[in-house]
């Protein structure tokens, strides 16, 4: 089945860093759409990216992912922190319209000052 | 644009006791809508999905069920509520492009 990895749990920064969360994917399907969710404290889940076209950079309220088919990836990264980015991200894939929307299990960044 | 409506916002239950939370979409007719839930510093997880009135597939039970009795309208309840059931639930519906999932603002449950 399909999978989404996201290999950092928690990534501490610096404000002002360069951030980068990774994601990788499983599937068998050639045209997945992956998308990047940002959760706030005690709030829910919101869009932050979706991208579904390879090699094409998306951006949205400074990040940016290019989704990459060759190396299964849709990293996400932003070139300065602020301290208003720490939030739980979440990585997802979708392979077909009805039915499921696959998660990573999240990675939570904490930017201090 | 669609708007997910849920509630209660939050709730304190005793172990034991029935349980319903309730989420309503508008602006989008014959939705997908699913249930997810969170527990307290734990990842997303998918619960149920549905497609149509009357129709619901459930991916983890977890002692919960189910129902779709309107085609905007998506019940979750359990008749005898555990400890482990605690955490935040969230419903959510796709729209747009690429069936995008957005969620609810989401019913924080509590339970003593």
């Known amino acids: 089945g399909d999978s989404v990895t996201q290999t950092e749990g928690l990534v501490t920064l610096t404000e002002g860093l360069p951030v980068m969360l990774n994601c990788t994917y499983q599937t068998i399907y050639s045209n997945p759409f992956l998308f990047w969710y940002v959760q706030h404290l005690n709030e829910s889940p919101r869009l932050l990216l979706k991208?579904?076209?390879?090699?094409k950079r998306t951006e949205h309220q400074g990040f940016h992912a290019t989704l990459h088919k060759s190396s299964s990836s849709f990293h996400l990264q932003k070139s300065s922190a602020q301290l208003s980015d720490s939030a739980l991200y979440y990585c997802a894939l979708r392979t077909q319209v009805v039915g499921q929307l696959t998660f990573g299990r999240g990675t939570r960044l904490q930017v201090y000052a | 644009a669609q708007t997910i409506h849920q509630w209660p916002v939050a709730e304190i239950k005793a172990v034991g006791s029935p349980l319903s939370l309730g989420c309503t979409i508008k602006g989008k007719s014959s939705p997908n809508l699913y249930w997810y839930w969170q527990a307290t510093g734990g990842t997303l997880q998918q619960l149920f999905y549905s497609i149509t009135v009357g129709q619901v597939e459930s991916v983890v039970q977890l002692n919960l069920s189910a129902s779709r009795p309107k085609d905007d309208q998506f019940i979750l309840s359990t008749e005898k509520l555990l400890l482990s059931h605690s955490g935040f639930y969230l419903c959510a519906s796709t729209g747009g492009a690429a069936e995008t999932l957005y969620f609810g603002s989401g019913t924080r449950l509590t339970v003593l």
């Open positions: 991208s579904f076209t390879d090699n």
